[in-house]
C-alpha cells in the first residue's frame, strides 16, 4: 500500500534472498552491513557511504548475508516527481552522511514527532537529489573507485570489486568510467601500479622483480612491458634516469 507521506524507518534484513515490488518510491541508506541488490535488472551494492533509490513498480532482488541496520525512506510517487536518477545507486558526501547518522540516533531514541519526522524525510529528500546529479555522481564516484584502486593496488584487484565498492553493477562502472576519463577502469588501474613502482624505483634499490610484485603485476616482464607501452620507457631506464638526476645534484 502506498503511504500518503514520506516515511522513514529502520530497517534489518533476514539472511535470505527477497523479491518486492512496490507502488511507490523507496529509498535504501546504508548505516551498518553490506546488501546485494538487483534493481530492473542493474546490479550493485549498498555498503559504507551509499545508497539506492528503487522508483516505483521496479522488481528488485536483495540479499543480506550478516547484521545489517538501514534507514528506509518510503516516498509517494507524486511528492518527489524528480525524485528518480538515471543511476539507483548514489554516494553520500561528509553532510549526508552526518544526516544518515543523526536520523539514525532520533529514530533508534524514539523521539521523533511527524513533524521531525517529515522534516528529516525532507532533508534526506534533498540530499538523494543533490548525490544522484550527474555532476556530482561521478565526482564522488570518480573519487572512491580511484581511492579504491589506489588502496588496493598491490592485490588482485578485479574491476567487478571496485564496481561494487562504489556501489553500482560492473557494466555501469564501465560506462561511466569510459566516458568521463576517457580510459578504461583496467587502463586507470595500470597508471596507478605504473605510478607507484616509478616512485620504487627511484627512490630505493629494491630488485625491480620485487618491486613488480608489490605493485601488483605478476612478475618483472609485465611491468616492463606496461611500462614501455604506457611510458615508453623500462625498468631499468627510471632507475638509471634517478640515479643521473642525484649525481648532478650533489
Same mark, same amino acid.
Request: one cysteine or more; a positive charge; glycine letters at 8%.
Given at each position: 500500500?502506498e503511504p500518503e507521506r514520506m516515511r522513514l524507518s529502520l530497517r534489518s534484513y533476514p539472511d535470505h534472498e527477497?523479491?518486492?515490488?512496490?507502488?511507490?518510491?523507496?529509498?535504501?541508506?546504508?548505516?551498518?552491513?553490506?546488501?546485494?541488490?538487483?534493481?530492473?535488472?542493474?546490479?550493485?551494492?549498498?555498503?559504507?557511504?551509499?545508497?539506492?533509490?528503487?522508483?516505483?513498480?521496479?522488481?528488485?532482488?536483495?540479499?543480506?548475508?550478516?547484521?545489517?541496520?538501514?534507514?528506509?525512506?518510503?516516498?509517494?510517487?507524486? *511528492?518527489? =516527481?524528480?525524485?528518480?536518477?538515471?543511476? =539507483?545507486?548514489?554516494?553520500?558526501?561528509?553532510?549526508?552522511?552526518?544526516?544518515?547518522?543523526?536520523?539514525?540516533?532520533?529514530?533508534?531514541?524514539?523521539?521523533?514527532?511527524?513533524?521531525?519526522?517529515?522534516?528529516?524525510?525532507?532533508?534526506?529528500?534533498?540530499?538523494?537529489?543533490?548525490?544522484?546529479? =550527474?555532476?556530482?555522481?561521478?565526482?564522488?564516484?570518480?573519487?572512491?573507485?580511484?581511492?579504491?584502486?589506489?588502496?588496493?593496488?598491490?592485490?588482485?584487484?578485479?574491476?567487478?570489486?571496485?564496481?561494487?565498492?562504489?556501489?553500482?553493477?560492473?557494466?555501469?562502472?564501465?560506462?561511466?568510467?569510459?566516458?568521463? *576519463?576517457?580510459? *578504461? =577502469?583496467?587502463?586507470?588501474?595500470?597508471?596507478?601500479?605504473?605510478?607507484?613502482?616509478?616512485?620504487?624505483?627511484?627512490?630505493?634499490?629494491?630488485?625491480?622483480?620485487?618491486?613488480?610484485?608489490?605493485?601488483?603485476?605478476?612478475?618483472?616482464?609485465?611491468?616492463?612491458?606496461?611500462?614501455?607501452?604506457?611510458?615508453?620507457?623500462?625498468?631499468?631506464?627510471?632507475?638509471?634516469?634517478?640515479?643521473?638526476?642525484?649525481?648532478?645534484?650533489?
Open positions: 500500500m527477497d523479491t518486492h515490488v512496490h507502488s511507490f518510491h523507496q529509498a535504501v541508506l546504508a548505516v551498518d552491513g553490506v546488501m546485494e541488490i538487483e534493481i530492473g535488472g542493474v546490479a550493485g551494492s549498498i555498503l559504507g557511504r551509499q545508497g539506492v533509490i528503487i522508483a516505483s513498480g521496479t522488481r528488485h532482488v536483495f540479499h543480506v548475508s550478516s547484521a545489517n541496520r538501514f534507514i528506509v525512506l518510503d516516498i509517494p510517487r507524486g *511528492t518527489c =516527481p524528480s525524485m528518480v536518477p538515471e543511476s =539507483p545507486f548514489f554516494l553520500f558526501d561528509d553532510s549526508f552522511a552526518e544526516l544518515i547518522r543523526y536520523t539514525w540516533r532520533e529514530l533508534v531514541s524514539g523521539g521523533l514527532d511527524m513533524e521531525g519526522e517529515c522534516h528529516l524525510a525532507a532533508l534526506i529528500a534533498g540530499k538523494i537529489r543533490q548525490s544522484s546529479s =550527474p555532476l556530482r555522481r561521478w565526482s564522488d564516484f570518480g573519487a572512491q573507485a580511484l581511492a579504491v584502486m589506489r588502496q588496493r593496488h598491490a592485490e588482485r584487484l578485479s574491476m567487478a570489486e571496485v564496481a561494487r565498492a562504489c556501489g553500482v553493477g560492473v557494466s555501469r562502472f564501465h560506462e561511466l568510467f569510459r566516458r568521463e *576519463t576517457g580510459r *578504461t =577502469p583496467g587502463q586507470m588501474l595500470a597508471e596507478v601500479r605504473l605510478d607507484h613502482a616509478e616512485a620504487l624505483l627511484r627512490s630505493t634499490r629494491l630488485p625491480i622483480a620485487e618491486i613488480a610484485l608489490m605493485v601488483g603485476f605478476s612478475e618483472q616482464s609485465a611491468l616492463t612491458r606496461s611500462l614501455r607501452r604506457q611510458r615508453g620507457t623500462t625498468p631499468a631506464a627510471v632507475r638509471r634516469a634517478a640515479r643521473q638526476s642525484s649525481s648532478q645534484q650533489r
